[in-house]
């Protein structure tokens, strides 16, 4: 059988091509990228702010709130800014009125706010079986 002689320049092409391979391997193998996952971590603390007294203002015309006056306590030893909801229920726990004050400062102390009522139609005080106050620093 007769042998046929490979010409060097094929030979350093395939030696060449089998290198880049083998090195185009590695670095696939070897590069990759790390994703940090974002981490948050969550504290709750009390809120300095508590309602001491609510008054509820009566249009016997409406047969409305209209509006209410909290005076709300900072126990803290800074000003807060934080913004009040009043919010009153039926029976079936549906809201029927609410209301909001943004963006109120209360001192250290006791400080007064007023919350302006808007009642959802055809309801009436006969109507409120209980409702909440939220304070949002």
Known sequence: MKTVEMPKWVAVCLALSAIASLCFTALAITTYTLVKPYTLTITAT???LTVETIDFNY???????TYCTMEIFN??????????????KNASQSIIAQGS????????GVSPSTVVLTW????????VAGGYVVIQP
């Open 59 to 65: 249009d016997p015309e409406l047969n409305q709130y």
């Open 46 to 48: 009390e809120c300095p």
């Open 120 to 127: 959802t139609q055809n309801n009436i005080v006969a109507n």
């Open 75 to 88: 126990s803290g030893a800074t000003p807060i800014t934080a913004t009040v909801y009043v919010y009153l």
């Open 101 to 108: 004050s943004t963006n109120l400062t209360f001192n250290p």
